[in-house]
Protein backbone atom coordinates (compact mmCIF):
# COMPACT_ATOMS: atom_id res chain seq x y z
CA UNK A 1 0.00 0.00 0.00
CA UNK A 2 0.86 3.83 -0.58
CA UNK A 3 2.33 5.57 2.65
CA UNK A 4 3.71 8.20 0.72
CA UNK A 5 2.96 11.40 -0.89
CA UNK A 6 3.98 14.21 -2.62
CA UNK A 7 2.35 17.22 -2.79
CA UNK A 8 3.09 19.91 -6.29
CA UNK A 9 1.85 23.35 -6.24
CA UNK A 10 1.95 23.74 -9.94
CA UNK A 11 2.10 27.01 -11.80
CA UNK A 12 3.56 29.07 -9.12
CA UNK A 13 4.46 31.54 -11.69
CA UNK A 14 1.43 32.93 -12.39
CA UNK A 15 1.83 34.67 -8.51
CA UNK A 16 4.25 37.77 -8.40
CA UNK A 17 7.63 36.70 -7.70
CA UNK A 18 8.92 37.37 -4.08
CA UNK A 19 7.24 37.96 -0.65
CA UNK A 20 3.45 37.79 -2.07
CA UNK A 21 4.38 34.05 -4.02
CA UNK A 22 6.12 33.04 -0.72
CA UNK A 23 3.24 33.89 1.59
CA UNK A 24 0.40 32.09 -0.30
CA UNK A 25 2.37 29.40 -1.19
CA UNK A 26 3.16 29.17 2.73
CA UNK A 27 -0.89 29.65 3.49
CA UNK A 28 -2.09 27.02 1.33
CA UNK A 29 0.93 24.38 2.18
CA UNK A 30 -0.56 25.01 5.63
CA UNK A 31 -4.09 24.65 4.79
CA UNK A 32 -3.09 21.12 3.05
CA UNK A 33 -1.12 19.51 6.12
CA UNK A 34 -4.24 20.97 8.49
CA UNK A 35 -6.30 18.69 6.13
CA UNK A 36 -4.22 15.83 6.30
CA UNK A 37 -3.83 15.81 9.81
CA UNK A 38 -4.90 12.23 11.19
CA UNK A 39 -4.15 10.22 8.21
CA UNK A 40 -1.33 8.31 6.76
CA UNK A 41 -0.11 10.92 4.84
CA UNK A 42 0.42 13.57 7.78
CA UNK A 43 3.36 15.97 7.36
CA UNK A 44 4.15 14.92 3.65
CA UNK A 45 6.40 16.90 1.79
CA UNK A 46 4.78 19.87 -0.44
CA UNK A 47 6.67 21.53 -3.26
CA UNK A 48 5.85 25.10 -5.00
CA UNK A 49 7.04 24.42 -8.90
CA UNK A 50 6.64 25.36 -12.11
CA UNK A 51 7.35 23.20 -15.35
CA UNK A 52 7.06 25.40 -17.46
CA UNK A 53 7.23 29.45 -16.22
CA UNK A 54 5.77 32.05 -18.67
CA UNK A 55 4.86 29.00 -20.93
CA UNK A 56 1.04 29.94 -20.64
CA UNK A 57 1.12 33.43 -20.68
CA UNK A 58 3.66 33.50 -23.81
CA UNK A 59 1.02 31.46 -25.71
CA UNK A 60 -1.93 33.63 -24.89
CA UNK A 61 -0.09 36.92 -25.47
CA UNK A 62 -0.62 37.57 -22.05
CA UNK A 63 3.24 39.99 -20.95
CA UNK A 64 1.49 40.17 -17.12
CA UNK A 65 2.97 36.61 -16.81
CA UNK A 66 5.19 36.58 -14.09
CA UNK A 67 7.56 33.79 -15.22
CA UNK A 68 8.94 35.13 -17.81
CA UNK A 69 9.61 32.24 -19.64
CA UNK A 70 12.87 31.23 -17.31
CA UNK A 71 14.01 27.84 -15.88
CA UNK A 72 12.05 25.59 -14.49
CA UNK A 73 10.84 25.81 -10.61
CA UNK A 74 11.06 23.59 -7.66
CA UNK A 75 11.43 20.33 -10.13
CA UNK A 76 14.97 19.36 -8.23
CA UNK A 77 13.03 19.33 -4.95
CA UNK A 78 10.57 17.28 -6.22
CA UNK A 79 13.36 14.82 -8.21
CA UNK A 80 15.00 15.08 -4.78
CA UNK A 81 11.95 13.89 -2.80
CA UNK A 82 11.08 11.17 -5.22
CA UNK A 83 14.33 9.59 -5.15
CA UNK A 84 14.33 9.54 -1.44
CA UNK A 85 10.45 8.35 -1.02
CA UNK A 86 11.67 5.16 -2.94
CA UNK A 87 12.10 1.76 -1.40
CA UNK A 88 15.70 0.94 -1.29
CA UNK A 89 15.00 -2.22 -3.15
CA UNK A 90 13.88 0.45 -6.01
CA UNK A 91 17.23 2.45 -5.97
CA UNK A 92 19.34 -0.31 -5.62
CA UNK A 93 17.76 -1.52 -9.40
CA UNK A 94 17.80 2.12 -10.05
CA UNK A 95 21.86 2.53 -9.53
CA UNK A 96 22.41 -0.86 -12.06
CA UNK A 97 20.26 0.83 -14.82
CA UNK A 98 21.60 4.73 -14.47
CA UNK A 99 24.92 5.40 -16.48
CA UNK A 100 27.98 6.28 -14.07
CA UNK A 101 27.14 9.92 -15.57
CA UNK A 102 24.04 10.57 -14.92
CA UNK A 103 22.73 13.24 -12.63
CA UNK A 104 20.00 12.82 -10.31
CA UNK A 105 17.44 13.41 -13.23
CA UNK A 106 18.62 10.05 -14.72
CA UNK A 107 18.73 8.49 -11.25
CA UNK A 108 14.86 9.67 -10.78
CA UNK A 109 14.20 8.35 -14.28
CA UNK A 110 15.72 5.02 -13.78
CA UNK A 111 13.96 4.51 -10.37
CA UNK A 112 10.72 5.04 -11.92
CA UNK A 113 11.45 2.59 -14.78
CA UNK A 114 12.46 0.12 -11.94
CA UNK A 115 9.46 1.04 -9.95
CA UNK A 116 6.77 0.48 -12.94
CA UNK A 117 8.34 -2.74 -13.62
CA UNK A 118 8.49 -3.95 -10.26
CA UNK A 119 4.22 -3.20 -10.00
CA UNK A 120 3.65 -4.56 -13.34
CA UNK A 121 2.59 -7.21 -11.59
CA UNK A 122 0.42 -6.19 -9.43
CA UNK A 123 -3.68 -6.16 -9.31
CA UNK A 124 -4.92 -3.34 -11.60
CA UNK A 125 -6.63 -0.10 -10.44
CA UNK A 126 -7.59 2.29 -13.21
CA UNK A 127 -8.72 5.44 -12.13
CA UNK A 128 -10.78 7.51 -14.16
CA UNK A 129 -11.62 10.83 -14.09
CA UNK A 130 -13.60 11.39 -17.27
CA UNK A 131 -16.37 9.90 -19.39
CA UNK A 132 -18.02 10.45 -22.83
CA UNK A 133 -19.81 8.67 -25.98
CA UNK A 134 -18.51 8.71 -29.45
CA UNK A 135 -21.32 8.60 -31.72
CA UNK A 136 -20.60 4.85 -33.75
CA UNK A 137 -17.35 4.48 -31.67
CA UNK A 138 -18.65 3.89 -27.56
CA UNK A 139 -18.04 5.20 -24.79
CA UNK A 140 -14.40 6.84 -23.98
CA UNK A 141 -12.97 6.37 -20.66
CA UNK A 142 -9.72 8.22 -19.91
CA UNK A 143 -8.15 8.22 -16.39
CA UNK A 144 -4.85 6.89 -15.15
CA UNK A 145 -3.40 3.77 -14.27
CA UNK A 146 -2.56 3.64 -10.39
CA UNK A 147 -1.28 -0.14 -10.49
CA UNK A 148 -0.62 -2.82 -12.29
CA UNK A 149 -1.22 -2.67 -16.39
CA UNK A 150 -4.20 -2.95 -18.75
CA UNK A 151 -4.41 -4.53 -22.33
CA UNK A 152 -6.31 -3.95 -25.47
CA UNK A 153 -9.27 -6.71 -25.32
CA UNK A 154 -8.86 -6.97 -21.68
CA UNK A 155 -11.99 -7.62 -19.64
CA UNK A 156 -12.85 -4.75 -17.22
CA UNK A 157 -14.59 -4.65 -14.05
CA UNK A 158 -16.62 -1.52 -13.18
CA UNK A 159 -17.18 -2.86 -9.19
CA UNK A 160 -19.93 -0.07 -8.17
CA UNK A 161 -21.61 -1.19 -11.40
CA UNK A 162 -21.07 -4.70 -11.10
CA UNK A 163 -20.52 -5.07 -15.13
CA UNK A 164 -17.60 -6.05 -17.10
CA UNK A 165 -17.02 -4.30 -20.10
CA UNK A 166 -13.74 -5.25 -22.98
CA UNK A 167 -11.65 -2.61 -23.81
CA UNK A 168 -11.63 -2.03 -27.31
CA UNK A 169 -9.07 0.48 -28.25
CA UNK A 170 -6.52 2.52 -26.07
CA UNK A 171 -4.97 6.05 -26.54
CA UNK A 172 -1.70 7.42 -25.03
CA UNK A 173 -1.60 11.13 -25.94
CA UNK A 174 -4.12 10.36 -29.24
CA UNK A 175 -1.39 7.67 -30.18
CA UNK A 176 -2.57 3.74 -30.55
CA UNK A 177 -1.37 1.67 -28.14
CA UNK A 178 -1.76 -2.19 -27.35
CA UNK A 179 -1.17 -1.68 -23.36
CA UNK A 180 -0.26 1.21 -20.68
CA UNK A 181 0.93 0.71 -17.09
CA UNK A 182 1.53 2.12 -13.50
CA UNK A 183 1.58 5.91 -14.30
CA UNK A 184 0.45 6.19 -17.93
CA UNK A 185 -2.49 8.45 -18.41
CA UNK A 186 -4.94 6.56 -21.28
CA UNK A 187 -8.11 6.95 -22.72
CA UNK A 188 -9.69 3.73 -23.39
CA UNK A 189 -13.50 2.91 -25.83
CA UNK A 190 -15.78 0.31 -24.38
CA UNK A 191 -19.48 -0.41 -25.55
CA UNK A 192 -22.80 -0.82 -24.21
CA UNK A 193 -22.02 1.70 -21.24
CA UNK A 194 -23.92 4.81 -20.53
CA UNK A 195 -21.21 7.32 -19.89
CA UNK A 196 -23.83 9.21 -17.84
CA UNK A 197 -23.67 6.31 -15.31
CA UNK A 198 -20.12 6.63 -14.41
CA UNK A 199 -17.54 10.38 -14.24
CA UNK A 200 -15.53 9.40 -11.78
CA UNK A 201 -14.62 5.53 -10.64
CA UNK A 202 -12.20 2.98 -10.63
CA UNK A 203 -11.72 -0.13 -12.59
CA UNK A 204 -9.77 -3.23 -12.40
CA UNK A 205 -9.57 -6.51 -14.13
CA UNK A 206 -12.22 -8.87 -14.63
CA UNK A 207 -12.00 -11.49 -11.58
CA UNK A 208 -9.73 -9.07 -9.14
CA UNK A 209 -11.02 -8.42 -5.24
CA UNK A 210 -13.67 -6.41 -5.94
CA UNK A 211 -14.68 -7.68 -9.13
CA UNK A 212 -17.28 -10.89 -10.04
CA UNK A 213 -17.61 -13.32 -7.77
CA UNK A 214 -20.49 -15.67 -9.44
Do not use: W
Not at 40 to 46: D, S
Not at 58 to 72: I, L, P, T
Amino acid sequence: PCTTMLVVLNKIDMLQEGKERDQKVAKVTKVIHRVLEGTKFAGCKVVAAAVRPGGAGKANGNKESSGGGGESLGLESIVDTLVSALPRAVLEAAGAMATAAGGKEEAAVAAMAAATKAHADAPLIYAVDHCFAIKGQGTVLTGTVLQGSMRANQMLHIPRLRVDRKVKSMQVFKRQVQSASRGERVAICVTQLDPKSIERDYLCESGEPGGPTG
